[in-house]
């Protein structure tokens, strides 16, 4: 046999299935078999593989074991002349194999060889090249001099960014998600090391290799894509931890061979120590982001609030000490904040949500508001309070308008999940397959995608969403404004897709792969599910008693609000008797008669609604409003102004209704109808 492919898995279904796909639609390079080592995944992985994939190999282990021990398990199992360890959330290319394979059979002194790996975005993953770590190079990698310096071959040895990475070079490592080598190597220098528990190993059997003087060899005349670190994710350890512990573990074993160890030995320890710090604080860096920004929103808000009242009303000139005499006020708003954000959850997963936001501001002002009332040391002036207030509205909500704009027109990237926040697809192909993806984008619930339409060399099904052809296709991403591209694996192979990501990698477009037949994306940090959410044993906040009188609450207050503002609209429509009657569907297949303002203006012939939302016909945040002229859709939310169908479309197809009230009645709640509101109202 060729080649023994080994894979060890650990909670990467969706991974491991499209890794297994790109292997099978490689080009022929000889006999070859695939050993997956399942570290007692909990997803359905091995499953997947009993069903999809029947002839491969399956090691399940009853416990994990770590990468090292799984991986010498599947060498012990291996029937191949050559070795290939593969991670499971890559995609090779078509001639990956065959290439490699000719290349290292022609060379008896290479001892590994890998590929070139980019990340899913198209760029250079650095760690597909490497140099041992020295000290000095993995000092200067860990205080972040080689990503100042990537061209000098003193800063940059650790990753060899100086090597240019579009040619072969014989280096000292190179990535354990795809290491290729002869079986006789395993003979020569012994199996992994089973001390270093994940991380670390493959850099340990490089060293070992070179020390047979076998070449490690970085070929980039083939690609692959890795999404690094999959598996990671769902390990219940503390993966910084181990990292940090097997590149402590990798210098104690070779210390003997580096004479500056012992003297460097303490500054290397203490930048370990410091990226570790820097590690944990990354994983929380957007919730810490978010809370910088919002506490400077509300110092910068404070101090115009105060410059701006006592220099225009009071007439005195605001000081430094003005300022501290009026700290205890400051203290207050913020803790009020604090305590708003905590219970409203805006840090949690809603960071980016202007309407949690803007309804936290809101509970913050009315928790100063009262301790100032009832505290004589904080009542200073509520002006200045107030003023406050408005600032940090329109701060706190507009940085975070800013970060989507940025993201709509490319600016930045983003991993995003809340629901409501608004991306611009489009998907590559126009035939059965990618049609079919497009339907379930335009009906997701869990995400807000607008479908801008569809690239193809031809408009195979006619549709009237076709964008152009796919070689003009970063012209069309820039003139579109579109923000995700949805590659129907079907549509593409893997060197095809690499070749792509190469073309968009100035556009900063996110890319996702849909695996033939599913309802699911796979990017980068996330598998998204399409297909719905099902009613199943889930409770219903939605018709909890507290839930309906906080909704019904919240329309009378708003609509007598609203309708007292727009009183003179409506005496003038009413008097003249410029309206119409029509009767809609409602709740247990009941009907309901609602009045229109006839004007040529869409939002004053609504306004007539608001008497249907005071008396309880209507809500503002509900079902799809329909006419009685339609089938019964047999609602059972009450129909509203507004709400997730009217967000995706005017008119959406009723058999898709019930979907939209399950989703809205699982994830109800009166922030949840103030976001939907605010969509509405923005449009962002």
């Not at 014989?170 to 395993?186: C, E, Q, R, T």
């Not at 309407?355 to 501001?361: A, F, P, Q």
């Not at 549509?491 to 699911?520: H, W, Y």
Request: hydrophobic content about 45%; some cysteine; charged content about 20%.
């Amino acid at each position: 046999m060729k080649l023994s492919i080994i894979i060890v898995s650990y909670n990467v279904s969706s991974y491991l299935r499209q890794c297994l796909q790109s292997i099978f639609n490689s080009y022929e390079f000889g006999t070859f078999e695939i050993i997956v080592v399942d570290n007692y995944s909990h997803d359905d992985s091995c499953q997947m593989l009993k069903d999809e994939f029947p002839k491969i190999h399956l090691i399940r282990n009853k416990e994990n074991l770590g990468f090292s021990k799984a991986v010498n398990m599947g060498l012990e199992n291996s029937r191949g002349e050559y070795i290939c360890l593969l991670n499971p959330d890559t995609l090779v290319s078509d001639d990956t194999f065959k290439k490699l394979l000719d290349y290292i059979t022609k060379n008896e002194k290479i001892g590994c060889i890998g590929p070139k790996i980019l990340n899913p975005d198209g760029t250079l993953q650095l760690a597909c090249k490497r140099s041992f770590p020295d000290p000095f190079s993995a000092f200067f990698k860990l205080i972040g001099l080689s990503r100042l310096f990537p061209k000098s071959r003193k800063f940059g040895k650790y990753n060899l960014t100086y090597l240019d990475e579009n040619k072969i070079h014989n280096v000292d490592a190179i990535s354990g998600s795809f290491m290729l080598f002869p079986k006789i190597i395993k003979d020569k220098i012994g199996k992994f090391d089973e001390s270093f528990f994940m991380y670390g190993e493959d850099l340990d059997f490089c060293h070992r290799i070179k020390q047979i003087g076998r070449q490690i060899i970085y070929n980039p005349i083939t690609s692959i894509i890795h999404y690094k670190g999959e598996s990671a994710k769902t390990a219940p350890y503390d993966m910084i931890q181990l990292f940090y512990k097997a590149f402590n573990k990798y210098y104690k074993k070779y210390s003997d061979q580096y004479p500056s160890w012992k003297f460097l030995h303490f500054m290397v320890s203490f930048g370990i120590s410091i990226r570790k710090i820097l590690a944990y604080l990354k994983i929380y860096s957007t919730r810490i982001t978010s809370i910088l920004l919002d506490f400077s929103s509300i110092l910068f808000s404070f101090i115009v609030s105060m410059f701006f009242w006592y220099s225009n009303y009071h007439h005195e000139i605001v000081t430094i000490s003005t300022l501290q005499a009026h700290w205890p006020l400051l203290v207050d708003f913020i803790i009020c904040w604090i305590i708003s954000s905590y219970w409203l959850h805006l840090y949690k997963k809603d960071y980016l949500s202007y309407g949690r936001s803007l309804v936290v501001t809101l509970f913050a002002f009315f928790l100063s508001a009262t301790t100032t009332y009832f505290i004589a040391v904080i009542a200073y002036s509520r002006a200045v309070l107030i003023i406050t207030f408005f600032l940090v509205a329109i701060i706190s909500a507009g940085w975070r308008i800013g970060i989507y704009l940025l993201y709509r027109y490319r600016k930045i990237k983003l991993s995003v999940r809340t629901p409501l926040f608004t991306r611009r697809a489009a998907i590559l192909g126009t035939g059965k397959e990618s049609m079919r993806v497009g339907n379930s984008l335009h009906h997701t619930l869990e995400a807000h995608f607008i479908l801008i339409g569809y690239i193809d060399d031809s408009n195979q099904s006619g549709t009237d969403k076709f964008l152009g052809r796919l070689e003009d296709v970063s012209g069309l991403i820039k003139n579109h404004n579109i923000n995700e591209l949805i590659i129907p694996e079907k549509f593409i192979n893997i060197r095809e897709l690499i070749q792509l990501l190469d073309k968009l990698s100035a556009t900063n477009v996110n890319c996702k792969l849909v695996p033939k037949g599913e309802k699911m994306l796979i990017g980068k940090g996330m598998v998204e599910n399409l297909a719905g959410v099902p009613l199943l044993n889930i409770e219903l906040p939605l018709f909890d008693n507290i839930h309906q009188f906080t909704k019904r609450s919240f329309d009378i207050i708003l609509s007598s609000a609203l309708l007292l503002f727009t009183s003179p609209i409506h005496l003038y429509f009413l008097f003249l008797r410029k309206f119409s009657r029509e009767f809609i569907w409602s709740t247990d297949g009941a009907k309901t008669e609602i009045i229109l303002y006839q004007s040529r203006s869409k939002l004053i012939q609504d306004l007539s609604l608001l008497f249907m939302v005071l008396n309880g016909s209507l809500s503002f945040v509900g079902s799809q409003i329909i006419a009685v002229s339609k089938s019964n859709p047999k609602l059972i939310v009450k129909p509203g102004l507004t709400g997730l169908p009217h967000l995706k479309a005017v008119d959406i197809d009723i058999n898709f209704i019930r979907e939209f009230e399950n989703y809205y009645a699982m994830h109800h709640s009166l922030i949840f109808d103030i976001e939907i509101l605010l969509k509405s109202i923005f449009k962002i």
